[in-house]
Structures are given as structure tokens and as C-alpha cells.
């Protein structure tokens, strides 16, 4: 995040994201991956994730466990993704 602008920067932080950890482009379509730090408990990493293209777990109400991977899909080309594995 030092590369942004410093009030972008600040604005992200109060908003509780720690860190940029993954941007994709694949010609039109763009991934973008905040983590934050909105766990109240240890339970693992909480990250937002942002797809410009639509697909499906981006849609609202759609729900995916895969072993310690927990996917929520928020709409808009949202996802929460949360990550419990302890290692």
C-alpha cells in the first residue's frame, strides 16, 4: 500500500484494511484482494475481494466451504473470503 497515495492510504486503514495482497488482470477483467483486519478473534484471515467480472461466487448469498476456506459472496463483484487454517 506505500505505493498509493498517502490520503488513500489513511482512508483504507481507518476502514480496516491492512494490506493489498493480490491484484490480477486478465485483459478486460480485474481481481483485487484487501486484507483486513476485521477478525475479532484468531480465527484466521479475513480478506475483500473485488472481480470485475462477473462470476458466480461474486453474486450475493452464495456460500462455499472448502476445508478452511470460507467464501461469501456479497454482490456487486464482492466476495468476503476467510481463511482459518492456523499455519
Not at 56 to 65: D, F, H, N, R, S
Amino acid at each position: 500500500m506505500e505505493q498509493l497515495d498517502s490520503t488513500l492510504q489513511k482512508e483504507l486503514r481507518q476502514k480496516g484494511i491492512i494490506r493489498i495482497t493480490s491484484i490480477r488482470t486478465d485483459g478486460k477483467c480485474k481481481y483485487i484482494q484487501y486484507m483486513t483486519n476485521w477478525a475479532k478473534h484468531p480465527v484466521g484471515d479475513f480478506f475483500l475481494n473485488y472481480d470485475v467480472c462477473p462470476i458466480e461466487k461474486t453474486k450475493k448469498g452464495y456460500y462455499k466451504q472448502d476445508s478452511f476456506i470460507e467464501i461469501w459472496g456479497v454482490g456487486n463483484g464482492w466476495t468476503i473470503l476467510v481463511d482459518s487454517d492456523w499455519i
